[in-house]
């Protein structure tokens, strides 16, 4: 199925930009007319995803953090958040709730929150290569 809209957009992993993220996606979501309850889910989704390419993707490096918004018929939208850091080597263990890789400051629920927020999220990476989280969401039509 072909999208009816999309947008691709790239920056810095700098912790900064998170807010940029999450304020560009839900801009773009916006023509899906979605319920303020749907567009935060997905909005604290993204901002997970993004969060994770920044602190344990590129780690103590800078690099590019990647994302793309896939609109489709029927309010479906997926959202694909990218980087080209230093990947997951066990993607099931990473997804487990509480495990973390970033010390004692991090809950390790990030992949949780996504899963809670979202309909589907599926995770692909390379170990030197980077991550690719893919989260779906399904917009009901208001009304």
Do not use: W
């Amino acid at each position: 199925m072909r999208p009816v809209n999309q947008v691709q957009f790239h920056f810095p992993s700098n912790s900064v930009n998170e807010g940029f993220a999450r304020a560009a996606v839900s801009a773009f979501l916006a023509q899906l007319d979605p319920t303020v309850a749907d567009l935060t889910d997905l909005k604290t989704a993204v901002s997970e995803a993004v969060t994770n390419a920044i602190v344990h993707g590129y780690r103590d490096r800078m690099g590019e953090v990647y994302i793309t918004v896939k609109l489709f018929a029927g309010g479906k939208a997926v959202v694909r958040v990218r980087d080209k850091g230093c990947g997951i080597p066990d993607v099931k263990q990473a997804m487990e709730p509480l495990f973390t890789t970033g010390g004692e400051e991090r809950a390790g629920l990030g992949f949780a929150v996504m899963e809670s927020f979202c309909d589907s999220v599926r995770v692909t990476s390379t170990p030197g290569k980077g991550t690719s989280v893919t989260l779906t969401k399904r917009f009901a039509p208001k009304g």
